[in-house]
């Protein structure tokens, strides 16, 4: 799960985790972690493969630049998005690049909220064809200028090691067309999702779109081989790779909706009371294997309390008690209120343990520390469940 809880929603961190699996992460820039996928490794040594067949090992330092080219024009695509989506009020938390462009990693209710309106959602998933059009154009009226406008006539290979602002050209206008497809999750299946979710649910909808996506793979990769250019098979391949994440990520979303709070809730937990010292309560912290606390009066809930802070107080204030240090800002859960719904109260106070309650009882406790591991428990139980009642 990230730790960083000021700049991830915690709740759907095992989608993002699944987009990390396959990545290396780059750098955190302006607060947002920008992940390149593995794609990028099978890219590289399809160009390695291709073009040091046909020209030699001389010119592998130029395939490596291409590879560089292709890095950034994805890049600069996704921070259109990013540009766009912060102005329309749907900041992105962080993106994994692959060469087809990015996917998003963020909180799915807001950008179910940005799908819903139609004309926010056109105006942010065109801001990256947007700017791959301008590259291309910049470097045409550039070469133009050279007097090499002649180099971008269409003749195969269009990307090639020999000319690499012509291919820098050819890059930035395969992004532009490629990403107008209607095929999630490219750009221009993002606009189709937003119009299909106006006739259904926005999950629904996002699975039609990803399926359509698949089919565009396909008909990708079929061409391609049946043209017998190795291009067109590659980007089916990126697209294949980039809705099989996203159809993961939905079918995540859809499991955490489903899943209740007396799933998951921890019913075995220690608590503290107001009265309790610092010193008591680290006391109790180290044989026990939470970091947060709900805090306790004649059975009323008054506050948390987490690990940390108790040792952040005894190091900067010395002993007092548990009432001066503990949070009143919490919220609650009901045993049947969904983990999503919960936990998007939860994280929008930046808060890491949720108490659940039962006509004012507490009866549970959730926290960030065992979501993880409790989510994987229920996963594998339901599974054996139904593989029990298919022999029976």
Known sequence: VFRDRQCTVAVWSAATRKMR????FTVRFGGREIRIHLTFVVLLLFLLLVEVSRSGPRVI???FIITGLILLSAMLHEFGHVWVSTRQG??????VLLPIGGLTMGDPSA????????RKEIFIALAGPLVNAVLAGVTAAFLLAM???????VKPPLVTPGNLITSFFWINACLLVVNLLPAYPLDGGRILRAILSRRMDFRLATRRAVSLGQIFAGLFMLAGAALNIQWLMLIGFFIFIAAQMEE???MFQTVVEAVQMEDIMLTEFSILSPADTLEDALNKAVHCLQ???PVVRGGDLVGVITRQTIVDRLRAEGNGYVQGAMSKAFEIASRTESLGSAFRKLTSRGLSLIPVVDQERLVGIVTLQHLMHS???LNESRRLRRRMEEQS
């Open 291 to 293: 970091d947060d606390f």
């Open 248 to 250: 993961r990520t939905v």
């Open 111 to 118: 950008q179910e909220e940005s799908a819903r309106n139609l």
């Open 61 to 63: 330092t130029r395939v």
């Open 147 to 153: 007097g090499a406008a002649g180099s971008l006539r």
């Open 90 to 95: 749907f900041p992105i938390k962080g993106f």
């Open 21 to 24: 699996n396959w990545s290396v």
């Open 375 to 377: 989510m994987g428990l």
